[in-house]
């Protein structure tokens, strides 16, 4: 929250993620710190006209505005304001869906605005918080604040049909025009049981029965909405690693179908990632998060790279604690500082420089 409160002073900040991950509850923590904030949502519609009409009080100190993107032209109106504000006046927009890649809508807010991701609750965030940390729920349930919390499994899983078909029913119509929302319910399904499997789209779209290019659509879809993220393999050549099947992950944990481990690996995506988040958003430091493949199809699970450097290679393993032969055989090649995290395991040990760690002690040091 003070990184937030701290960019206000300078900028606009966009606060992004997934619906229901705490966007709202965070903003109206931040708004606390003013004397005189605040919050509109643009699905409200008497908050719709107030915004519309930039009618909020000349003393407001913080605007916080929620869902703005459903808003045509949102940024060319976010330009205005922003250029023509009292110095006072502070501006955080949130929303649920990537703001950072509306570009091609309106003007640009280049230099305008800095920007946060919040994501699931995560072990490194609950240890910094000082908050207990069941791992076996954030598995199951997911990272976001009310499945983790509810009272059991059931109501964990009432909260998800809810979210999931807010999402397919209302959200993917609000963010692009769907042709076929059958075949994107299908898709949506597909990808949960092939949670840490390449992802080819024409594979995909002949068992949807829709060509490869739709399918690749509805994913971006589903990724700007924060419902799923691509990894794609590391190359030098980034432009050719963008073309080469990625594989595909949910924000929601809880929503991956499959044996233990993919669940896992799902989870320990979501770490990474917003451990890559947060050095990108808070340091401006370029991190990024690939996986690793050979042309043998030897393949380690993710690589974390600062400047396009590989940093660290880490394999994930459920319960399995011997030394992945692709980890081994990439270390030895390539000399990349290598990890094997494995969720139950009893000793930490060291095998030929390969670290074998227990995953719980290795995310709960992450950066967020």
């Known amino acids: 929250m003070s990184y937030i409160i701290k ?8 606060l992004a993620g ?3 991950v705490g966007k709202t509850y965070l ?3 931040i708004a606390k710190a003013f004397n005189h904030s605040v919050y509109l949502n643009y699905d409200n519609f008497l908050d719709k006209n107030i915004i519309q009409e930039q009618a909020w009080l000349e003393s407001t100190e913080l605007l916080i505005l929620d869902e703005l993107h459903k808003m045509p032209e949102w940024k060319n109106y976010l330009k205005g304001i922003y250029d023509t504000k009292p110095a006072h006046l502070r501006i955080l927009v949130t929303g649920s869906a990537r703001l950072d890649i509306f570009d091609k809508i309106g003007d640009s807010l280049a230099g305008r605005y800095f920007l946060h991701r919040l994501l699931p609750l995560s072990p490194a965030e609950l240890y910094q918080l000082d908050k207990p940390i069941h791992l076996e729920n954030l598995i199951s349930r997911g990272g976001f604040p009310e499945p983790y919390l509810a009272d059991d499994e059931v109501e ?7 979210y999931t078909n807010s999402i397919l029913s209302t959200d993917v119509f609000d963010f692009d025009k769907i042709q076929n929302i059958r075949a994107l319910r299908t898709i949506f399904e597909l990808l949960r049981n092939r949670v840490g499997s390449t992802i080819s789209y024409s594979s995909l779209a002949e068992d949807v029965a829709v060509s490869p ?9 589903l990724e700007a909405l924060y419902v799923v993220f691509r990894i794609t393999p590391y190359s030098n050549n980034i432009a050719r690693s963008l073309l080469k099947e990625p594989k ?5 944990t809880g929503l991956v179908k499959g044996d233990n481990g993919a669940k896992f690996e799902n989870f320990v995506a979501v770490c990474l990632l917003k451990n890559v988040y947060a050095k990108i958003d808070y340091k401006a430091e370029l991190y990024n998060l690939y996986y690793l493949r050979t042309k043998d199809n030897e393949e380690v699970d993710f690589a974390l790279t600062k400047n396009d450097v590989i940093e660290q290679i880490i394999e994930v393993k459920n319960s399995n604690n011997e030394i992945s032969k692709s980890l081994y055989s990439f270390h030895k090649k390539y000399h990349f500082p290598a990890i094997q995290l494995v969720k139950d395991l009893r000793i930490e040990r060291k095998v030929d420089h390969i670290t074998v760690m227990k995953a719980l002690n290795y995310l709960n040091d992450l950066f967020m």
């Open 156 to 162: 964990a899983e009432r909260w998800r049909l809810q």
């Open 18 to 20: 997934p619906r229901q």
């Open 7 to 14: 960019d206000l002073n300078k900028k606009m900040v966009l």
């Open 248 to 252: 595909i992950y949910f924000f929601d």
């Open 27 to 29: 903003a109206k923590q």
């Open 213 to 221: 290019n739709t399918v690749k659509k509805y994913i971006e879809v």
